[in-house]
């Protein structure tokens, strides 16, 4: 390790740095204030200290990690959805009179783990990122100790960790068996038949990790049970880094017709028709967002298997921007309306809501048109730079079921929409909006609508930040 | 830079009526109504002055995301500045009809018209694909929004249909244009959104055709052609007046313009194999539609089915593609948004003052409300093509224009307009004739409204006495769009019967 190295590593150090600094100002005092504010700053530290890998970009620190111009860029948004997070549970944490020090421990934990696995470049750094994720989210998801379905939702996680983490650790054993390496790299020469068999194990264990279908059972149980920053955390961060690690992961092994493409096909349009067909009939909004967040992956996947590299990195990298400011953005709407009675997950919770909080409404109005990929919303520009890939590559299928089963999906965000604008029932008593959730909404509703508007900066910014691709 | 004001207007004064519409909701009002006749003065003006250049009267070219090849591109010939000039009308006339039948969330409601109102002039001036797309998405949520807080029963279910059926034709069309551009790229490698670089690419055949087929889902859908149309009467029925004017007066004339600018000379090869299908679709939206207007009651479904019936006469009048269809095509649009707008109002008119448009509910009114009657008479005899009317204008013209390609589809379509004389007099004789029923007030029009509905008579009158300016005002458009097709698309052997006559010679 030497300095550049360090250099490389600065936005990884901050962050894991503030987690140890949250925990020795909770062992002086414990005090909820001084947690956020030592968070909130650490993360801005730590993005802004992303400026600094990029002059030596790319570039492999020590064989476990690899900084390139994707992984930075996913780097950032883990940040800053970590950020958001941490902005939202503030006001949250504080209704519910939860002592709120040791969860940003945890939540800066789960982002340290996102980031490692972005930055994965070797099976050992996979297996630690994915399980420093893992052990940070049990936490969270069984926070509220109170509560049932918090820790139904808790020891679910917990099973499907461990499964999946049997998966990966079998299917990293058997790559080894072949070709001698633990390197990413590896995956192109191997000469057996337990290549492939350990690439599919991987496969798995990432499929239930990101919750494609058939692997999905888990996720609308844990968003449930989870409390609404919790949720948002895990539909964002977690499933970041993990759909980052994937996609470094399955660049190299990705030939167009292998079994592992028409593996990825498969699961991608699964997803897609299954996670929308699902969310029709719900009522219940984390559950509707859960399955969502599968359809989104689903569509998410057709990057994975494009063709043209600097194309289809653009548009995984729109994609995810977009679905993260936007999930998040939902999420927070849905912060704000819980309190210590429960969280607003029910479809009725929203009702006339656009007349007794406009901009609430305003702002979910946005998000779900952002879903729904209406133009002028971070939604479309995200969903037409991924059927651009698509087209490029002549991916036929998996494009007619995007399109299809993206206006399945329409009806299910209309249908919260519609509640949105119906006539309130009552007038419950309006609280007023937390500084901290207020910033964040207001950053992330900019944010879909500035990225649908006028794209053209951001995508400058991307494509800069590609010439630094490994 | 002012084909952008023309755009912006509407927005801005939407928003800005939102904001001040709190406190009194006068301001939006009085917003919205300057926004739609500055569009009609500003359109007015764009056409009377000299062109900039040629071929487009006005064009603005501006950046906007070049990385994907898409730019800002607006220009306007006569053919899309007639429909602006339209927006322009028929918008003035929706924000009057909901001045007093809106009194609900004011502001809200003005700001989601002019949206719908701006992203329509952006259909008719964009000539960048992605541009376009956006435009024609952006009036399907405010639309959505407009009938599903003011509609009338059954308006959720209305609006879902509605934008369930244009959001996924909206995306069949998207990819089309993702697929066009690709080819094009491949050829050129010239990755570009623009129509007119992308006038020419040729792509092969069985690719062109799926493509124009994306295209022509998605204007088929707003024009409501038959398999497709299913979402039109249920949206009329449950929208707000204001709105049904919008959808039925510009939004549907949108769907013909997109065939007539995009689908039809992009991929003129596949258009002239399409023809014969697309000829019978129309013939079957003619028929059906007439023959479903036959046996409603309520005043807007039968206004809902009509219009069916018409767009169908334009869909075949699109796809003769010759001179005369398509000077007829431009005056149907035209005479039959005015037309049906004025009768959308009207239907408002009377469900007002007799508390129902049903016809079961209704009859003699010319006796208690001659004036009303009068004005009623008048749209309806415009909409069954009476001569003199600027309806009859565009029917005799499209007919003219397919009679020489296929004189069989011809008279199959004149027969639906037989049966629009019957659908119409059918509704003018049980609601207006006959003995008075007991309940119905006898309020006639007040001087508002009788100068409202005697501006819309009389355009359509012009149209139909005069129609000499508009014709001379899309000629050049029309000439341009068939060169665009490079003599594609041109029907060759002129029917016997024309050519006896000494009509086949210019076609």
Redesign the interface.
């Known amino acids: 390790m030497n300095h550049a190295d360090y250099l490389s590593l600065a936005p990884l150090l901050v962050t894991a740095a503030t987690a140890v600094a949250v925990l020795l100002a909770i062992a002086v005092r414990r005090s909820h204030a001084a947690a956020f504010i030592i968070t909130a700053c650490g993360l801005i530290l730590a993005l802004l200290s992303l400026g600094l890998p990029l002059r030596h970009a790319p570039r492999g620190v020590t064989p476990l990690l690899l900084m390139d111009g994707f992984t930075l860029a996913v780097i950032g948004l883990v940040l800053a959805a970590t950020l958001g997070v941490a902005l939202f549970a503030h006001g949250y944490l504080a209704r519910l009179r939860l002592a709120g020090d040791e969860f940003y421990v945890l939540l800066l934990l789960v982002a340290v783990g996102a980031c490692v696995l972005a930055a994965a470049d070797h099976f050992a750094a996979l297996f630690l990122g994915m399980e420093t994720t893992s052990i940070a989210l049990y936490g969270l998801i069984g926070y509220r100790r109170g509560h049932r379905l918090g820790l139904e939702a808790a020891i679910k996680y917990l099973v499907l960790a461990g499964v999946t983490s049997a998966f990966v650790l079998f299917g990293i054993a058997l790559i080894y068996a072949d070709t001698g390496s633990l390197l990413f790299m590896a995956l192109a020469n191997g000469n057996s038949l337990l290549l492939p068999a350990g690439i599919g194990l991987l496969l798995v264990g990432l499929a239930f990790k990101l919750a494609f279908v058939p692997f999905h059972l888990w996720i609308p149980d844990v968003y449930e049970g989870a409390s609404a920053p919790v949720a948002a955390l895990i539909a964002t961060v977690a499933k970041l880094g993990a759909f980052a690690a994937l996609f470094n992961l399955l660049w190299s092994v990705m030939q167009p017709g292998s079994s592992v493409c028409i593996a990825v096909i498969l699961l991608a349009v699964l997803s897609m028709f299954v996670g929308n067909l699902l969310a029709l009939q719900q009522k219940n909004i984390k559950r509707l967002l859960a399955y969502s967040s599968i359809a989104h992956f689903g569509y998410l996947l057709v990057v994975v298997i494009a063709e043209d590299v600097l194309l289809a990195t653009i548009a995984a990298l729109v994609y995810l921007t977009a679905y993260t400011l936007t999930t998040l953005g939902a999420f927070g709407v849905m912060i704000q309306l819980s309190n210590a009675d429960g969280d607003a997950d029910h479809l009725e919770a929203y009702r006339g809501l656009a ?1 007794r909080r406009p901009w609430l409404a305003g702002v979910m109005t946005a998000m779900l ?1 952002s879903l729904a990929g ?3 919303t971070a939604g ?2 995200a969903k ?2 991924l ?2 890939s698509g ?2 590559a002549q991916l036929w299928l998996p ?2 079921a995007l ?2 089963s ?2 399945i999906g ?2 299910y965000y ?2 919260i ?2 509640t949105l ?1 119906r006539a309130p029932e009552a007038q419950p008593a309006s609280a007023p909006l937390p500084f901290t959730g207020g910033v964040a909404l207001a950053v992330l509703l900019l944010g879909v609508l500035w990225l649908g508007i ?3 900066p951001f ?2 910014l991307l ?1 800069h930040l590609l010439t630094y691709l490994r | 830079m002012i084909l952008v004001t023309l755009i912006g207007i509407p927005i801005l004064a939407g928003l800005l009526g939102w904001m001040l519409g709190r406190r009194n909701p006068a301001w939006p009002r009085g917003l919205a109504l300057a926004a739609t006749l500055s569009v009609l003065a500003l359109g007015l003006y764009i056409g009377l002055t000299p062109p900039e250049n040629t071929p487009w009267l006005r064009q603005v070219r501006l ?6 090849g898409v730019g800002m591109h607006l220009a306007v010939d006569g053919l899309s500045l007639l429909l602006v000039l339209l927006t322009g009308l028929l918008g003035s006339v929706a924000v009057i009809v909901a001045w007093r039948e809106i009194t609900d ?1 004011v502001g809200f409601f003005y700001f989601n018209l002019l949206a719908a109102l701006a992203g329509l002039i952006g259909v008719f001036l964009a000539l960048d694909l ?1 541009l376009f ?2 435009c024609w ?2 009036m ?2 405010p639309v ?2 407009l009938i ?2 003011w509609g009338q029963r059954q308006r ?1 279910e209305a ?2 249909k509605f ?2 059926f244009t ?2 034709s909206g ?2 069309m ?2 089309a244009m ?2 066009l551009v ?1 080819v094009h790229w491949r050829v050129t490698g010239q990755f570009t959104f623009n129509y007119v670089a992308l006038l020419g690419t040729m792509p092969p055949p069985a690719v062109a055709m799926l493509l124009f087929l994306g295209f022509f889902a998605a204007f088929a859908v707003k024009l409501h052609i038959v398999p497709v149309h299913s979402w039109a009467p249920d949206a009329y029925v449950a929208a707000p007046t204001a709105v049904s004017v919008v959808l039925a007066g510009i939004m549907l004339k949108a769907g013909a313009y997109g065939l007539l600018r995009f689908a039809i000379p992009l991929f003129p090869q596949s258009a002239e194999a399409f023809a014969p299908v697309a000829m019978g679709l129309a013939v079957i939206t003619i028929l059906y539609g007439a023959v479903l207007a036959l046996g409603q009651t309520e005043l807007k479904r039968w206004l809902a089915y009509a219009g069916i019936s018409h767009m169908g006469v334009a869909l075949l009048g699109v796809f003769a593609w010759n001179q005369w269809s398509l000077h007829g095509v431009v005056i149907l649009l035209l005479a039959h948004g005015i037309g049906t707008a004025g009768l959308f109002v009207l239907a408002r008119m009377v469900r007002e003052r007799c508390n129902s448009a049903d016809l079961r509910d209704l009859g003699g009114l010319w006796s208690t409300m001659p004036r009303l009657s009068a004005v009623a008479m008048l749209l309806m005899l415009a909409l069954l093509g009476l001569p003199g009317m600027g309806t009859f204008i565009g029917e005799f013209l499209v007919l003219l224009g397919a009679f020489g390609v296929s004189p069989l589809v011809t008279a199959l379509a004149a027969l639906g307009i037989i049966l629009s004389a019957v659908y119409t007099l059918r509704v003018l004789y049980r609601g207006w004739f006959g003995p008075p029923r007991d309940g119905q007030a006898s309020v006639d029009l007040s001087r508002g409204e009788t100068a409202l509905m005697a501006v819309l008579v009389g355009i359509i009158l012009w149209l139909g006495l005069f129609p000499q300016p508009v014709l001379r005002a899309v000629s050049p458009s029309i000439d341009d769009l068939r060169m665009a097709t490079r003599g594609l698309m041109v029907m060759e052997h002129p029917a016997p019967l024309v050519r006896l006559i000494g009509w086949g010679g210019e076609r």
Do not use: G, K, N
Request: proline share 6%; charged share 10%; aromatic share 18%.
């Open positions: 007349w048109l209406i133009p002028l479309f520009i037409f730079v059927l651009s087209v490029d494009i007619f399109v299809i993206s206006v329409l009806y209309l249908r929409l519609l604008y006028y794209p053209a995508l400058t494509e | 950046p906007w995301i070049p990385q994907l969330r992605i797309f956006c998405e952006l399907l949520v959505f929004l599903t807080i959720h609006a879902i934008l369930l959001q996924l995306l069949l998207l990819l993702l697929a690709f």
